[in-house]
């Protein structure tokens, strides 16, 4: 049961383009919506995270934006560069009594030519 | 120190073997979590321990067992795994381990089951 669907799995930019990567969730309990980038041999790192009573976050060149009604949130990465060549998960949470419980999207593998 | 370390980097156990993996951070933080994550995979919760207690335990097989000996120090005991178990073992950390954290993950231990 995937309570949080990321699309596309696999996306090549150009250089300077826009990288878009799209997540949707059904559970209504998630109330805190984090992305984040990992590299090869690495684990996860927090890219940027929005809450549900914001639209648009936006941190440099990434930036979120969330539908509360549609219950859909996504990346946009503008200007994108080959250093941004990584793969992205996308993330849901909510606080349940006992600790935080994050649940990941499937994962997006970004190729960004140069 | 602002991160989590783990060792070792690189694990191959047989299926009768027992051992342990090490998680440790610095940071004073209070949450900490295993996730499993297989290639190609988004990581998946396995537990988490909120001061120093089990909090979260996803169902997985007592043949993992988590530890957590004190507020730095998370490890997990390996005994009898099969092969499917061969996977990156992620170890995070978190405040107190609210929705709205971030969660600070340690590069793995990539462990093979033979």
């Known amino acids: 049961q995937q309570q949080v669907k990321q699309s596309p799995q696999s996306l090549i930019v150009q250089k300077g383009g826009i990288s878009i990567i799209n997540c949707a969730y059904e559970n209504t309990a998630f109330d805190y919506f984090p992305w984040y980038q990992q590299f090869p041999g690495k684990g996860p790192a927090l890219l940027i995270a929005i809450r549900p009573d914001v639209s648009e976050k936006k941190e440099g060149r990434f930036t979120i934006s969330f539908n509360k009604s549609a219950k859909q949130f996504s990346l946009h990465i503008m200007d994108s560069q080959p250093g941004d060549s990584a793969t992205y998960f996308c993330a849901a949470s909510s606080n349940m009594e006992y600790g935080n419980k994050l649940v990941f999207g499937a994962g997006t593998i970004l190729r960004v030519k140069s | 120190d602002t991160e989590v370390t783990q060792t070792p980097k690189h694990l191959v156990m047989g299926m009768t073997n027992k051992k342990s993996l090490k998680c440790e951070q610095h940071m004073g933080h209070r949450a900490m979590y295993w996730y499993k994550q297989k290639a190609k995979k988004p990581p998946e919760l396995m537990f988490v321990y909120s001061y120093e207690k089990l909090s979260i335990n996803e169902s997985v097989p007592s043949r993992f067992s988590p530890e957590c000996p004190n507020s730095s120090l998370l490890n997990l005991h390996l005994h009898a795994l099969q092969p499917e178990d061969s996977a990156l073992y992620l170890c995070?950390?978190?405040?107190?381990?609210?929705?709205?954290?971030?969660?600070?993950f340690g590069s793995g231990t990539q462990l093979s089951v033979l």
């Open positions: 995070a950390s978190s405040q107190r381990g609210l929705k709205n954290e971030k969660l600070l």
